[in-house]
DNA sequence: CGACTTGTTGACACTGCTCAAGATACGTGG
DNA sequence: CCACGTATCTTGAGCAGTGTCAACAAGTCG
């Protein structure tokens, strides 16, 4: 699959660009190898080299660090259709590793090296998905000087709109990885989202399936 | 290129560090329009169209966004040498100011957007450029998490590094500047670093002025 | 059905915030 | 150069929100 040439990844990458949010990013899976993972098997490693660039294509893959005293940091959740991987020198910041059962496109990023160079357009894009996960890591950290409730409440307004549903979503995710996400212990998170439970703000079939009933009120507590 | 000679640039540095640190970034600079900033004036505004591009040529800016209820959060603090004003779309995210009074570089998108399609240096320049910003945003991420003696750790580490200094350096931003970029209060902010004096971490000849004395004690602190 | 993982709830401790006052540094005009 | 007013920084006391530790409940898989 590798042995597929510049020329083909760029007309790949040349031809959806900008049919959707993720359109134009789909034309990078096209040419990437298909890779299936087991829940909570490794992508890759923290410190290994970013020898690939990968884009969801079903499932839920976290990224994380563990910190000096051990307690674990999720960088960011990546649904299918978005692109992850990407580094500013050629080592990962952090591990990756999927949430659940998922298939992952990986390209070698070489083959972006080569054919970026000539390609204006494919450099366009990978810029301006370095620049969508930029937007991203900036949200991350404003999320983390809120309030428990507000960050809460800014977690379930996100996953519902990347859900692409109105109301309700099944979260891919465990307790303790928002908990990770969000900076907070995961019994924080836990009380948290009872609290909206009883106030009618949404209702939980199960842990897992978030029922929004009261958008205003989340809204009013997101920045 | 340039009324503005590469050497007149350099002059005003206050950083060789930092001059040699984004060389390659300077020729971005060199084409641009130098502009003179007084202490707290304002660059850009928030959701304000991005137009420029800037780079830090003396003093230093900071980035902000108030949130809902009325704090401030600061993005991100540039120093001479550093890149800012880079966007996912054509609007920013953050407000931009002055610290003190500053010269920076100013060049407008629309030039990189003509040449960069033609320029495939350039082209890798500004991507790197976004991918040590999407760095940085990451790093500040996980400082959020940390406890409050650790952020101002971190903080002087970071800022001991970006000096160029080995030992003291001096602190061009205010306690308020440096809480609200650590997600804690001035008061908290204040307490940590006298607590460092107190027990020979650090000096302080005067509040700006730090002294680093014990570089281990930090780094322990330090994820 | 039983073992294990994941999630919920409770009691208490502690870090960091709030509110308040005082100290120091700084800029400006006399 | 000094005096005053203002902005910045430090320090203190009490409190609120979140973490810690522990027990229990629910869900999941073999």
């Not at 959806?16 to 190898?33: E, M, P």
């Not at 829940?39 to 079903?58: F, K, P």
């Not at 660090?65 to 692109?83: C, E, M, N, S, V």
């Not at 507000?150 to 307004?157: K, M, Q, S």
Request: hydrophobic share 40%.
């Amino acid at each position: 699959m590798h042995t597929l040439s510049s020329i083909t990844v760029a007309q790949h990458l040349t031809s959806r660009a900008a049919l959707s949010r993720h359109a134009d990013a789909f034309g990078i899976a096209n040419v990437g190898t298909p890779m299936r993972y087991a829940r909570n098997a490794e992508i890759y490693g923290d410190e290994e080299e970013a020898e690939y660039l990968y884009q969801v294509v079903s499932g839920a893959v976290r990224t994380h660090k563990i910190l000096a005293d051990g307690r674990r940091q999720i960088g960011d959740f990546y649904l299918p259709g978005d692109i992850f991987g990407l580094e500013f020198d050629d080592h990962h910041e952090f591990s990756a590793e999927a949430i659940c059962n998922s298939t992952v496109m990986s390209i070698k990023r070489q083959v972006f090296r080569e054919t970026a160079g000539h390609d204006a357009r494919l450099s366009r894009e990978l810029w301006s998905a370095t620049k969508r996960q930029l937007k991203r890591a900036e949200k991350h950290a404003l999320l983390l000087v809120l309030t428990a409730q507000e960050r809460v409440a800014a977690f379930l307004l996100e996953m519902l709109e990347r859900s692409g549903k109105t109301d309700s979503f099944e979260l891919p995710m465990s307790r303790q990885d928002i908990a990770d996400y969000l900076g907070m212990t995961i019994e924080t998170v836990s009380r948290t989202v009872t609290a909206f439970e009883t106030d009618g703000t949404i209702a939980l079939p199960s842990a897992r399936c978030i029922v929004i009933r009261k958008h205003q009120a989340l809204r009013a507590l997101d920045s």
